[in-house]
Nanobody, 120 residues
Framework: VQLQASGGGLVQAGGSLRLSCAASGRTFSRYAMGWFRQAPGKERELVAAISRRGYSTKYEDSVKGRFTISRDNAKSTVYLQMNSLKPEETAVYYC??????????????WGQGTQVTVSS
């Protein structure tokens, strides 16, 4: 499956952004989807994930209550709504697809990443 992320940009601290990731090539609904981020000098980390039909979600602790992951299987798109953004959340955000939904999210496919910069 090919993944194309978009929606990144520059935002002030406390602001909001909505990331989108459009999928093509295989049946989107067969995959759990996730968003990762990687800040300079840091490891890539899972921010949020959503099950194949969207019934289950999981979030990294620091984003709970501020970020919302959702998906539209009819549009083969997954979203990440990010509110109350913090400067330390400046990173490249990647979408990813996992053919399994379990205790860990292990991507089979990655998108190209979109830069999110939060200014203080």
């Amino acid at each position: 499956v090919q993944l194309q992320a978009s929606g990144g940009g520059l935002v002030q601290a406390g602001g909001s952004l909505r990331l989108s990731c459009a999928a093509s090539g295989r049946t989107f609904s067969r995959y759990a989807m996730g968003w990762f981020r990687q800040a300079p000098g840091k490891e890539r980390e899972l921010v949020a994930a959503i099950s194949r039909r969207g019934y289950s979600t999981k979030y990294e602790d620091s984003v709970k209550g501020r970020f919302t992951i959702s998906r539209d299987n009819a549009k083969s798109t997954v979203y990440l709504q990010m509110n109350s953004l913090k400067p330390e959340e400046t990173a490249v955000y990647y979408c990813a697809a996992d053919s399994d939904w379990g205790t860990s999210f292990t991507p089979d496919y990655w998108g190209q990443g979109t830069q999110v910069t939060v200014s203080s």
